[in-house]
């Protein structure tokens, strides 16, 4: 079992910056793949970034160039994970959610967070 717990949400003016984390606690070594994901208000769960345990990553279109993904190295786990909001906007209100996906395939899910971005 992994658990997970966002933090650094918030409400911020468009073209500003935000800096998400997720610390991960229980079985960490067995994560392979961690992900940041968004819902906004009547609007599906979407893919936001994610990287791997040997540090690939995959962006969506619509934050490339503006958002970064990142993991602890030193430790040679995938906590805490980040995500750094550059440029923001306001269809990037929504709540962010961590994504953690263990070598066995199970998902875990954090409870998310708020980001809301105003013109």
């Known amino acids: 079992q992994v658990q997970l717990v966002e933090s650094g949400g918030g409400l911020v003016q468009a073209g500003g910056s935000l800096k998400l984390s997720c610390a991960a606690s229980?079985?960490?070594?067995?994560?392979?793949?961690m992900g940041w994901y968004r819902q906004a208000p009547g609007k599906q769960r979407e893919l936001v970034a994610t990287?791997?345990?040997?540090?690939?990553?995959?962006?969506?279109d619509a934050v490339k160039g503006r958002f970064t993904i990142s993991r602890d190295n030193a430790k040679n786990t995938m906590s805490p994970l980040s995500l750094q909001m550059n440029s923001l906007k306001p269809e990037d209100t929504a709540v962010y959610y961590c994504n953690a996906i263990l070598l066995r395939g199970l998902i875990h899910w954090g409870q998310g967070t708020q980001v809301t971005v105003s013109s």
């Open positions: 990287i791997t345990r040997g540090g690939s990553t995959n962006y969506a």
């Open positions: 229980g079985d960490i070594f067995s994560i392979n793949t």
